[in-house]
């Protein structure tokens, strides 16, 4: 068994026998001499196995390639000044090999895991392997610590974590893209987000927070579209209005980008990620100010639409990004008739609402806003959009017994990736991405449907 | 807006002028004086409306009852020595009222929130206020801290996260009791566990683990099972062997011990928690071994069953408690036919696998094992459970491309929940729990069933 982790060894290594264990990453063969890149959960190190060291099987060595994986006994060695690797953290030593065990063989690789030309489908039908890649690793991590840092950020700000159910009795907010589920003889839904067990929770906890996936059946398939992601959701009571909300963002996201830069630097670096730009006074915009704006400047007039087009949440962002340095942008007042039965109106001017989008480099990343707290208020909303308030009971039985005022937000995780990495498809940012066409793997060709009867 | 939180206030706070906000837990009476206790999610106070202070309108507080939540303007003042109340973080002060808002309204409660006799039925129905009482929010506290414990440590031990999806395209571990989703089209199910992706995952990061909602279709109603919960995954490469799993175990398990006593030590309280025993060796048993001790203390024979009948379970949790001093007991060694068909043999003895068990105080808690490595061994057991190993395609990539010994476990939250905490049925350990009958409000009675139509 191994004593020692890739990741570990260093300068002070040099000398000691060890064994080491973990994934090839590359071969190389340098003459008769051949030098593997070892990869555990801690680092990766290079092993030499030189021929006229007995301990190596040069027999078993011959096999050996991409994605085997080995168990090496050998003793560190420092490497000479011009062989130092000052990118791979272990790059001061290497391991020469007095013997060698194979754990588990790999087949020939079907594709080139450092291939950046693998086409979408390729890439996810054989996300087991193509995960496993320099670059993927990487991505995994940074979206781990995403959500470890809004965790953080919470619990810090005394936020309570709370476990949310998804199958639901109806579509939470309303409209028909929901995916519907047979339950014991009746028909139950997948939660298109946590929002009415959050505000509930409100009146348990005043602050509280929640990670899980949310699911949306929408029928187009687009680049930043998923039917399942990860929701980062939160909210709060006694706040003033929607813009504690924003500010708490604000926050949030100069912790998550000082976190990054401490965990995961180096793993930033292989996406040649560049620090989005935060100023402490975030750019708040109007919807209709920006449609102004746009009018303006390019002479089309959407002032009267109830949301931006994708065209224009971009060109928001570029204009926010030149004048403000800021690459995120938040978008208020979104037109009341156009915003779910909860979302709280403005006192000045009712037709629009205390809610807002947070756009990030083009593409809107959380929604949020504050919501109607009064029980009379919320009821008499729900009646207005024409849904019937006894199927909402359980729900309001938090307003019935005193919801202070309250607000918050989701973020999706996948698409806030995405945008950090400047990954264009939110596909390459989702784990394992379910969407019209795919489920692992592709579900749409004929053949695998007949297959299924 | 409020100026301090409740919690935050203590004996140092003496003579301030503050604004605190939250829901009134309890109001009493003494004679014209009137006592709120104001609890935000910080903590309580204690807040004190003395007639002749002019800033309090008699008028308002007249109607003032539990879960009205409330803004008090107030002077703090140090308690006289017979009224601290030690039990209080905030005893030895209160606030005197000398302005009162009322933030939001409460209708008169349907029951008593303390009443410890509600029935399940009504527990459930009216969540949104009874998760309000102190030992319910106290119980959910505990959970979160639970949860936070199980990545803590596993971070420390340099487990990578992942978001598991839930929409899966098969069931994972065969049988039948999985829920059907209608997915454009053709038809998805939910993952009865993150089984197969968190093996996956073990090719990408060696170390992995995932929190998150799974799902059970069982059609019976008890007091241990629920439909809908969440598991605490883990699964690890480079293992000797399933007590590598069990070892991992136990060193989580008092971890998360200390981490309880250290952060929710006064909820821990609130449910009379008597912290399990735990020694370093935790009990270990074959399967086998159970049954041949229950048949010669019973004379019940059941040494050829292939699995502990509830009762044994609590027997044999019984016998390591009073033999052992140990409130948890791992049992190993479950027979190969009834495992799923990953489950890694033992080699001295095929017809039983290196799976286990942990029982804590009467309940399984914890499935897990070591799982089959080898591509081959795999498919070939797959065609002997007499499924199709081409329906496991994009599983089987993980093995094909390189797979050390690597074995896991799963832990049901609401179980050890309620373990925990001594109680009884998982439901009041489940924030919303979902069941045959009920999805927040019943669905059972046929009146819900015609509103439906």
Same mark, same amino acid.
């Given at each position: ?9 260093? $300068? ?75 990118? !791979? ?10 013997? /060698? ?16 030309? $693998? ?14 890649? =320099? ?17 953080? /950020? ?12 998804? +199958? ?31 505000? +509930?929770?409100?009146?348990? &906890? ?8 949310? %699911? ?35 926050? &949030?996201?100069? %912790? ?11 793993? !930033? ?81 009712? =037709? ?19 919501? $109607? ?8 909303? +729900? ?10 009971? &359980?729900? !309001? ?22 945008? !950090?990495?400047? $990954? ?14 795919? +489920? ?14």
């Amino acid at each position: 068994m191994r004593t020692k982790t890739c990741g570990e060894l260093n $300068i002070n290594s040099a000398g000691q026998e060890v064994v080491v264990a973990g994934w090839v990453q590359t071969r190389r063969n340098l003459g008769k001499i051949v030098f593997l890149d070892v990869r555990d959960y801690s680092g990766m190190v290079q092993v030499v196995c030189v021929p006229n060291d007995l301990g190596v099987d040069y027999d078993l060595l011959k096999d050996v390639h991409s994605e085997y994986v080995v168990e090496i006994k050998g003793l560190v060695n420092k490497r000479g000044a011009k062989n130092i690797n000052s990118e !791979l953290p272990t790059g001061e030593i290497e391991v020469l090999a007095k013997g /060698f065990k194979i754990l588990a063989k790999a087949e020939a690789l079907p594709l080139d895991l450092n291939d950046e030309k $693998i086409g979408l489908d390729v890439h996810l039908d054989n996300l087991p392997l193509t995960l496993r890649s =320099e670059k993927y690793r990487a991505l995994f991590k940074i979206q781990a610590e995403i959500v470890e840092a809004f965790r953080e /950020f919470l619990r810090k700000e005394k936020f309570t974590e709370f476990q949310c159910p998804k +199958i639901v009795g109806d579509s939470t907010e309303g409209g028909s893209n929901v995916f519907e589920i047979k339950y014991f003889g009746t028909k139950a839904f997948l939660a298109q987000s946590p929002q009415f067990y959050k505000q +509930i929770m409100v009146g348990v &906890f005043e602050r509280v927070f929640s990670v899980g996936n949310v %699911y949306r059946a929408e029928e187009h398939a687009t680049t930043r579209h998923l039917n399942e992601y990860t929701s980062l959701d939160l909210e709060m009571g006694m706040i003033k209005d929607h813009t504690d909300i924003m500010n708490l963002e604000v926050d &949030f996201l100069q %912790y998550l980008l000082d976190h990054l830069d401490k965990t995961v630097a180096r793993e !930033l670096k292989l996406w040649n990620y560049e620090r989005p730009e935060l100023p402490k006074e975030a750019p708040v915009f109007k919807l209709r100010e920006v449609q102004q704006l746009i009018k303006k400047e390019t002479g089309v007039d959407h002032t009267k639409e109830p949301d931006l087009e994708p065209s224009e949440e971009k060109w928001i962002c570029e204009y926010a990004k030149k004048k403000f340095k800021s690459d995120f942008v938040f978008v208020t007042h979104y037109p009341t008739v156009k915003r779910p039965m909860y979302t709280y109106p403005d006192e000045v001017d009712p =037709e629009f609402t205390k809610s807002f989008d947070m756009l990030f480099r083009g593409v809107e990343v959380t929604t949020g806003g504050q919501r $109607i707290n009064n029980y009379e208020q919320l009821v008499g909303n +729900i009646e207005k959009w024409g849904l019937k308030p006894e199927k909402f009971q &359980f729900y !309001l039985e938090a307003f019935k017994y005193g919801m202070p005022p309250e607000g918050g937000l989701a973020i999706g995780l996948e698409r806030l990736t995405a945008r !950090l990495l400047g $990954i264009d498809n939110i596909k390459y940012a989702t784990l394992f991405p379910r969407d019209l066409n795919r +489920i692992d793997l592709q579900i749409s060709p004929p053949e695998y449907k007949q297959k299924k009867d």
